[in-house]
């Protein structure tokens, strides 16, 4: 665990000290990492889907399904929740309400500050939501230009149905990696408008002997993944439950595509198998409808996957969250299994 950690935050040990080492070569308005990549960072405006009818819910979902579709790489899906002065926060949004000329962005301030009145009475943590997708490019232009017409196609699927999108460039993204990774620091101090990356990393890092935690600035942190997911859940918000987990908690969707022809392949066998399997077990009613309701679903999937809006991902999601101290933390351990 203690090296999947280390990984996770990008935290590199030497024999004298634990250090941060962001795997980021640069940021502009696309950020370029280590490894090769491009990566384009948008903010996506949420929609209260408790006030929502399913009929409402099944669009939403569909703008989504081809907003996911429209782009053939991986992306990132990242829930993070921050902690804000909502009374201030909302008093700036008016006074640049007074500032804007363009109607979307008047529309999207007014999203957001209905947003934070939604939150003021629950808690002072906001839910933001970001999405991230990378190409793998040997030029930045051939790189801008394939994010930047991904980017496009998700802004339109999602803006149909009210969900806004802005994209971050250099000043939001640099702010963003500095409050995750100074979380007392940055309450004091403002990225200043000449910071590199060297200016926005922690000056210490901890990783307890356990593996399990890491600290920084007074904060534990400890993660968790998902290994395995329910048989079936609720068709819309089966998440929710984790979105109302009061405390500081931030969520990573990694969706990696896979290719739908071999999927369906490998359905189309399973049926056959399973529904061989539900012949020979005539004789044991309960192990007969097993099978049965087994191929059932593996029809199902492939009718699914013959929807040119619906993609396929191998999905990895990490759950972090952090306490003041390791007693704290356990008790919100526990309330996030509960979820």
């Known amino acids: 665990m203690s090296n999947f950690i280390k990984d996770l935050l990008g935290i590199k040990s030497n024999d004298k000290e634990k250090g941060f080492d962001l795997p980021i070569d640069s940021i502009s308005d696309l950020v370029k990492t280590k490894d090769g990549y491009y990566k384009i960072v948008f903010r996506v405006i949420p929609i209260n889907g408790e006030l929502l009818s399913d009929s409402n819910l099944e669009m939403i979902s569909d703008a989504i399904q081809g907003a996911l579709s429209s782009f053939e790489g991986r992306l990132g899906i990242y ?40 939150m003021s009475s629950i808690s002072r943590n906001v839910l933001n939501f970001y ?97 395995k997911y329910p048989q079936s859940v609720e068709k819309y918000r089966w998440l929710r439950k984790v979105f109302s987990f009061n405390g500081d908690i931030n969520i990573s969707i990694i969706l990696t595509p896979k290719n739908k022809a071999t999927i369906m392949n490998e359905l189309s066998k399973a049926v056959n198998e399973l529904g061989a399997k539900a012949l020979d077990a005539k004789k044991d009613e309960a192990l007969r409808q097993k099978y049965q309701a087994e191929a059932d679903s593996a029809r199902d999937m492939i009718n699914e996957l013959g929807n040119d809006n619906v993609s396929l991902y191998d999905t990895n999601i990490t759950i972090g969250i952090s306490a003041g101290s390791v007693k704290e933390l356990n008790t919100l351990s526990n309330l996030l299994r509960s979820k």
């Open 79 to 118: 829930i993070q929740s921050e902690n804000i002065n909502i009374e201030n926060n909302i008093e700036n949004i008016d006074k640049l309400k007074e500032e804007v000329n363009s109607e979307v962005k008047l529309v999207l301030l007014e999203r957001q500050k209905e947003y934070l009145k939604s």
């Open 131 to 227: 999405t991230v997708l990378e190409v793998k490019e040997s030029d930045y232009n051939s790189a801008r230009e394939i994010l930047n017409d991904g980017f496009l196609s998700f802004k339109a699927e999602l803006e149909s149905q009210g969900m806004y999108v802005e994209q971050l460039f250099k000043k939001d993204i640099m702010n963003l990696l500095y409050k995750r990774m100074n979380p007392e620091s940055s309450q004091v101090e403002p990225v200043g408008v000449d910071w590199d990356l060297e200016n926005i990393l922690p000056e210490n890092a901890r990783i307890y002997k356990d593996g399990r935690h890491i600290e920084i600035e007074n904060r534990v942190y400890r993660f968790f993944s998902i290994t």
